[in-house]
Every structure is written in structure tokens, then in C-alpha cells.
T-cell receptor, first 113, second 114 residues
């Protein structure tokens, strides 16, 4: 069991460039989440999905899009990167039952110059 | 919407000192409560969780937390810290309902000096 994996681990973008972050989980979890972590801000929810083909906005969705075409994958897209999107991005997943115990991936460190 | 407040942003302790990290939340209904730890350069790992029952919960590595409903608190404790406990600690809360999301506190950075 690899758990939750994220690709890539590091990325540097120029302002205006686009990219997609991939999250994959092999635990057959229904729910998946994307967070960003910034110093002194904790983790803030960007978007989440409660099942294949469904997505919903979190606390800080602006500038990001997501897609959940397959149950095991959750993609986070930046269409036109901005320096304010420099952050560490974490993906998480959990079962639909239970009590919201989430399992986290190793993170992607993104720098936008 | 729920919110979480962690009392200290930075804590510095010597090895063998006792630890207590404060966490308060605001939400009017039943909640699930979590403490996560993030060691330097690593992802978040679950330390412990409270869903129901005994308000004193024990987690990994000797950590425990007490849920005090009347105070909306879920403080993390460890009787004797080690240098390897140096990490950032996050309290999180989730309403006990179907599609609920986790709300995290801003974190407490713990530095344990040997």
C-alpha cells in the first residue's frame, strides 16, 4: 500500500504558467482533499471531492481548478500561476464512513516567481 | 462554520520537560477532534483523535489529549518530551456529519533542546 502519493514533489513556475498536480490513493477512499500550507496559516482547504465526478469548493478556491475523473486520482490545476500561490500543497483522502480521519500525502512544494 | 484556535505559535522546551499545547474550537454541535504532527520536511501524521466516549484519549509516542466539552478545548499533553518531538503540531476539528470538512488551527512549532 503506497497510501497517498503526490506528483511532482517540487516545481518552480513563472508567473502566468500553468501546471497540474496529481494526487493518487490506493486505499479505495471516496473522499479526497487538496490543502495549501503557508507559514503561520496552518492548512487551508482548496477543493475537495466526495466521489468520482464530483468536486466542491473549500476555503480558498480562487485560482485553482480540480477534477476527479477516476476514484483514485484527484488533480489540482493552476491555469495562470501567481506568486501568491507559492506554497506547499497537500492532498488527503478518507473513507466515506468513519469520522473524517484523513490520510495525507507527502506534499508538493511549489514556487512561483 | 467551525474554527480552531491554538494558543501558542512557538514553544521551546528542554528535554524531559512536560508539554501542554492548547486548542480551542468553536462549533455548536457534535465534533470530531484531531491532533496531527508534522516533523521537519515531512507530511502530516495523525497523533490522536477523539470521536466519542472517554474524553481522555491516548495517541502514539506517549501523547494524550483531553476533551473538555464545557470549555470547547482539546489540549495536547506529554509528560516528558524528547528531542525527537521537535515538530509542528496541528489541532483540527470536524463536525460529526456526512460531508463535513476538517478545519485546522494555525499550528504550534515545538522546539525541544537536548
Amino acid at each position: 500500500n503506497a497510501g497517498v502519493t503526490q506528483t511532482p514533489k517540487f516545481r518552480v513556475l513563472k508567473t502566468g504558467q500553468s501546471m497540474t498536480l496529481l494526487c493518487a490513493q490506493d486505499m479505495n477512499h471516496e473522499y479526497m482533499y487538496w490543502y495549501r500550507q503557508d507559514p503561520g496559516m496552518g492548512l487551508r482547504l482548496i477543493h475537495y471531492s466526495v466521489g468520482e465526478g464530483t468536486t466542491a469548493k473549500g476555503e480558498v478556491p480562487d485560482g485553482y481548478n480540480v477534477s476527479r475523473l477516476k476514484k483514485q486520482n484527484f488533480l489540482l490545476g493552476l491555469e495562470s500561476a501567481a506568486p501568491s500561490q507559492t506554497s506547499v500543497y497537500f492532498c488527503a483522502s478518507r473513507t466515506s464512513g468513519g469520522f473524517n480521519e484523513q490520510y495525507f500525502g507527502p506534499g508538493t512544494r511549489l514556487t512561483v516567481t | 462554520a467551525q474554527s480552531v484556535s491554538q494558543h501558542n505559535h512557538h514553544v521551546i522546551l528542554s528535554e524531559a520537560a512536560s508539554l501542554e499545547l492548547g486548542c480551542n474550537y468553536s462549533y455548536g454541535g457534535t465534533v470530531n477532534l484531531f491532533w496531527y504532527v508534522q516533523y521537519p520536511g515531512q507530511h502530516l501524521q495523525l497523533l490522536l483523535k477523539y470521536f466519542s466516549g472517554d474524553p481522555l484519549v491516548k495517541g502514539i509516542k506517549g501523547f494524550e489529549a483531553e476533551f473538555i466539552k464545557s470549555k470547547f478545548s482539546f489540549n495536547l499533553r506529554k509528560p516528558s518530551v524528547q528531542w525527537s518531538d521537535t515538530a509542528e503540531y496541528f489541532c483540527a476539528v470536524s463536525p460529526n456529519s456526512g460531508y463535513s470538512t476538517l478545519t485546522f488551527g494555525k499550528g504550534t512549532m515545538l522546539l525541544v533542546s537536548p
